[in-house]
């Protein structure tokens, strides 16, 4: 999500992630570690308020290397991330392909595209691809624009059949992930196509 530091977005963000930034060390790592087990198991909504939550603590414990100096130990479920040794928690996004899966800790690459299992990168690849060229769509170039009878209708349509592609994503493809992950995350919307995550119906 792109925001200004100083927007009131992350303003807001800043002032909800005062409560993880007054627990101490060892309160956040035993707070992080009991969400985890909440979370394993299940494919995850990036909007969820929990997940949200654990968002902001993992972003001070990252600060901290809380996962570093191991107060707690994550559930068995959950391994090591590579990119900073922090339980792996993998975000899909429509850039799934040149990104891979974004490590919900650190934000840097958590499962790179081509170490993803052979079945789930098919699936994904597929998928990116059509998502691809509805998200262009947005944007287009004026000699692109004008080349349709109406953007505007066009814009739309797009927008419904990212609706359509975010939430088949998450129903058939992302569940498929639990095999080879402790949880999945997906983004839930797309800023560039105007869809929030209440126009997905799951």
Same mark, same amino acid.
């Not at 559930?75 to 490590?103: H, K, M, N, Q, W």
């Not at 944007?139 to 592609?165: C, G, I, M, N, T």
């Given at each position: 999500?792109?925001?200004?530091?100083?927007?009131?977005?992350?303003?807001? $963000?800043?002032?909800?992630?005062?409560?993880?930034?007054?627990?101490?060390?060892?309160?956040?790592?035993? $707070?992080?570690? @009991?969400?985890?087990? @909440?979370?394993? %198991?299940? #494919?995850? *909504?990036?909007?969820?308020?929990?997940?949200?939550?654990?968002?902001?603590?993992?972003?001070?414990?990252?600060?901290?290397?809380?996962?570093? /100096?191991?107060?707690?130990?994550?559930?068995?479920?959950?391994?090591?991330?590579?990119?900073? +040794?922090?339980?792996?928690?993998?975000?899909?996004? +429509?850039?799934?392909?040149?990104? %891979?899966?974004?490590?919900?800790?650190?934000?840097?690459?958590? #499962?790179?595209?081509?170490?993803?299992?052979?079945?789930?990168?098919?699936?994904? /690849?597929? $998928?990116?691809?059509?998502?691809?060229?509805?998200?262009?769509?947005?944007?287009?170039?004026?000699? @692109?624009? /004008?080349?349709?009878?109406?953007?505007?209708?066009?814009?739309?349509?797009?927008?419904?059949?990212?609706?359509?592609?975010?939430?088949?994503?998450? *129903?058939?493809?992302?569940?498929?992930?639990?095999?080879?992950?402790?949880?999945? #995350? $997906?983004?839930? @919307?797309?800023?560039?196509?105007? #869809?929030?995550?209440?126009?997905?119906?799951?």
């Amino acid at each position: 999500m792109a925001n200004t530091p100083d927007s009131p977005f992350e303003q807001l $963000w800043a002032e909800y992630s005062l409560v993880f930034q007054d627990f101490d060390d060892l309160t956040l790592a035993r $707070w992080m570690a @009991q969400t985890l087990g @909440q979370l394993q %198991g299940r #494919v995850w *909504r990036l909007s969820h308020p929990l997940l949200g939550a654990y968002r902001l603590a993992s972003q001070i414990g990252y600060d901290r290397q809380i996962w570093l /100096k191991r107060l707690a130990s994550s559930p068995a479920a959950y391994p090591e991330s590579p990119c900073c +040794r922090a339980p792996l928690l993998p975000l899909f996004t +429509r850039d799934v392909i040149e990104s %891979g899966l974004v490590c919900q800790h650190c934000s840097g690459t958590a #499962v790179p595209a081509d170490e993803l299992p052979e079945d789930l990168r098919r699936s994904l /690849k597929d $998928w990116a691809e059509e998502y691809a060229t509805v998200h262009a769509v947005a944007h287009w170039d004026d000699r @692109q624009r /004008k080349s349709v009878r109406d953007y505007d209708r066009a814009f739309e349509d797009a927008a419904s059949e990212a609706e359509r592609l975010l939430g088949l994503a998450a *129903r058939e493809i992302l569940p498929q992930a639990l095999d080879h992950f402790p949880m999945i #995350v $997906w983004e839930d @919307q797309d800023e560039c196509l105007e #869809v929030r995550p209440e126009d997905i119906t799951l």
